[in-house]
């Protein structure tokens, strides 16, 4: 007897599955949402969970040993953005919470100053949300709007400077359009009118040079996976002299700033880190710049694509589009069939079928805004996970038009 004969619908579908799994090639390019960690990360940040474990407030060895590293990692991710000094780095949770600690610590230190404060329409939610909950105890928030490739001009936010402002937040670059901002130049402004000035610097820090003094700014939120570390881990730099008013109190870790026994683990590793991204971030940027824009040059020959956000002042390894007539939601399960991982947007604001506020900040209507790709490269990306995309994504985009009552019928 041939042996389909035994093979029942359900098996077979086991079977196909199974072979589909093995065959199939599979592409990570959501490495904006979560990065792997890297195997040298991991590899030093072993040790630390049951072999060295000293806490670094303790005296004995154990605790000295603790210290040391709890040092040696801030060294490295002061170094990795140009910091005078490690001291002006403080460990955090991850960059939602320092985006946290510097708004509402600025805005709380600040207050008998001034009540006025100046962000832009396409922050993250975690700048956006805090900074509206501080609008609810009487803060005046200003969003600058941003042209069509999300970038924000530097003179709009000084000509809206008025002398109750005391504090400026931009991010660095925006993760879901990949539009890198006008850092130096808007910190240039903060400083000169003496007002503070906040970076969200998530998706840049370990992607393109960042440099805190060069471009003046007060206050960095770093994150540690959009660099390869792990997760749950992050840093916020204060400029030696800016004072804050700390939330975490309790046993006044972090020079008081954020109270709390410190996550050696995750902080070595966050160091480790920090280092590989300094050493490796210009070859590793030009081999992503390569592989976006082999991307994005053949993503845009299909028919009514466009590229979303800036398309040089951008982040290496962002390639963000949107279709017109079809669902990036749409997209990104039948990519995910396919064996690829991508996404329509922030990670953060996936799960309301909102369009994202960005590209609506951008000027694009919801249908539009609706279509969105966003295909984010990491260090382990090649030239055959490239191919892969650019044969799959042609073959999607027509498959959904060919449903889609929207597209024009030829
Ligand atoms: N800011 C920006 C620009 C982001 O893209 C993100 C998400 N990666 C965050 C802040 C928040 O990071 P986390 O969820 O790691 O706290």
Known sequence: MPHATYLNVKDLKAE??????EKMRQVYMDHGSASPVD??????????????????????????KARRELEAARGHVADLVDAPGPKSIIFTSGATESNNLALRGAAMRYKDKGNHIITTSVEHMSV?????????????????PVDRDGLVSAE??????????????VMYANGEVGTVQPIKEIGEIASDKKILFHVDGTAA????????????IDLLSI???????????GALYIKQGVRIMPFMLGGGQEFGMRSGSENIPFIVGMGKAAELARKEMVDEGAHLIRLRDRLIDNLLKIEYSYLTGHRTKRLPNNASF??????????????????????????????????????????LRHEEAHGSLLLTLGKSSTD???DHVIESVPEVVSRLRALSPLYPKK
Do not use: W
């Open 39 to 64: 195997a040298r990360v991991i590899e030093a940040m072993m040790p630390y969970f049951d072999k060295e474990i000293g806490n670094p407030s303790s005296l004995h060895s154990a605790g000295r």
């Open 156 to 169: 709009q936010i000084k000509n809206t400077i008025t002398d109750k402002t005391i504090l400026i937040s």
């Open 128 to 144: 956006m949300n805090p900074l509206k909950d501080l609008q609810k105890s009487g803060f005046e928030i200003t969003h600058i």
């Open 223 to 233: 994150s540690s996976n959009d660099m390869g570390g792990p997760k749950g881990a």
């Open 322 to 363: 949107r279709f017109s007539f079809i669902e990036g939601e749409s997209i990104i399960l039948q990519l995910n069939d396919m064996g690829i991982t991508a996404s329509t947007g922030s990670a953060c604001s996936t799960k309301t079928l909102e369009p994202s506020h960005v590209l609506i900040a951008m000027g």
């Open 205 to 216: 820090v370990g992607k393109v040079p960042v440099n805190v003094e060069d471009e003046h």
């Open 16 to 21: 196909t599955d199974a072979f589909k799994e």
């Open 384 to 386: 055959e996970d490239v």
